[in-house]
Structures are given as C-alpha cells and as structure tokens.
T-cell receptor
C-alpha cells in the first residue's frame, strides 16, 4: 500500500539556520503531496501542497518540490524562526470511492532556538 | 476560513462508559469528514471516512461497533467510543473537506481521551 517516510526528529536548529526535512513516498499512481504543520496545542494546518510531478508548493518561506524520479517531497526553508517550532507531517492523498484519504508520515519535531 | 472545531478537547472517563466526541465545520460544508487516531510520538492513523447521510467506511482493523460514527449534517460528525477501555486512550482528530474544494483536509484541534 501507499506509505510515507520522513526523517526522524527532533531537529534542533538555531534561528536563521537552513532547514531540510526529508520525505519520501511509495505510491501507485500519482498522488497529491502535502506538508501539514501542528503547532503546540493546535490542530494540523496545511502548510503547502503539490499535485503533480515537478510542482513546487510554497508558503510562509517554506517550499517543497514534487520529485517523481526520486519519489520525494523534501521540505525546505532558508531561514527558520523560533515561531517555526512545531511538528511537521508529510502526507500523500490516496484516492478511493469513499473519499480522498491522507496517508501521513510519522511527523518530525522541529525546535528552533534563539 | 475552513475552521473545524472539536468538543470536548479533553475527556476522562471510567472503563466501560461511552464517550461522544463532536466535530464541527464552522464556516464550510463538509461533505466528507475523516476521523484519525494519534498515539504518542506516532503519526495519524485513519480510522474511518464518513460522507454526509451515509454510513461511515472503516479502515481495516477498526471495530465499527466500538467506534460509532454519525455524519448527520454537512457541518457535524460525531464519534462515539462505546464501552471504552484503557487501550482506547488516545488523541482523536477529525478533518473535513470542502464540497467541490479538492483534496485538502481541514483539521480540528483534537480530543484527548483518557480511560481510567
């Protein structure tokens, strides 16, 4: 079945450092790919998405490119802030007749120190 | 926009009792709602998909008689954990998709269930 693998955390960075969180997937077909973020005490929020190969999703300085050849969707940000501290989830859409399910990775905790 | 609420945010109950969790889409109509379970330091596991006015579709291994899902309106879905036991203690999260709005899911803040 479809699956998502993302790098284990926690990832600890200093403010203004470069961030990469790796995400690879296994899927039949061509799913949409997502990054969701969960801030402390809050629900999951969509950070960005890409719906087809070579698409780049971007939001709030974060970006990720849908790479079909490497089945990857790595999340990057050039300069992180303390406010970016959260849990980041990579996910893919899995179409079914009942609805578009999401398959999540395990989540990566990001801690940014000032 | 696209706000989802859950109630209660936390609940503690005795073993053998039933607990109902509500999931509401506050500013959109959700034709499809999803219920997830999240264990500590683990990812979200889909439990079931519910479409308004029809029976929920459960994932393999999820007991439909134990986790009753009702999606009676386009803005409300409920999950009832029947005869709860300590192993049902978990973080339950719902989400909804906007009718005609593609595959983006909008998530609620979650409900922490503790069964004593």
């Amino acid at each position: 079945g479809n699956s998502v693998t993302q790098m284990e955390g926690p990832v600890t960075l200093s403010e203004e450092a470069f961030l990469t969180i790796n995400c690879t997937y296994t899927a039949t077909g061509y799913p949409s790919l997502f990054w969701y973020v969960q801030y402390p005490g809050e629900g999951l929020q969509l950070l960005l998405k890409a719906t087809k190969a070579d698409d780049k999703g971007s939001n709030k300085g974060f970006e990720a490119t849908y790479r079909k050849e490497t089945t990857s969707f790595h999340l990057e940000k050039g300069s992180v802030q303390v406010s970016d501290s959260a849990v980041y989830f990579c996910a893919l859409s899995d179409w079914s007749e009942y609805g578009n399910k999401l398959v999540f990775g395990a989540g990566t905790i990001l801690r940014v120190k000032s | 926009g696209a706000v989802v609420s859950q109630h209660p945010s936390r609940v503690i109950c005795k073993s053998g009792t039933s607990v109902k969790i509500e999931c509401r889409s506050l500013d959109f109509q959700a034709t499809t709602m999803f219920w997830y379970r999240q264990f500590p330091k683990q990812s979200l596991m889909l439990m079931a998909t519910s479409n308004e006015g029809s029976k929920a579709t459960y994932e393999q291994g999820v007991e439909k008689d134990k986790f009753l899902i009702n999606h009676a309106s386009l803005t409300l879905s409920t999950l009832t954990v029947t005869s709860a036991h300590p192993e049902d203690s978990s973080f339950y999260i719902c989400s909804g998709t906007i009718a005609g709005g593609g595959d983006t899911q909008y998530f609620g803040p979650g409900t922490r269930l503790t069964v004593l």
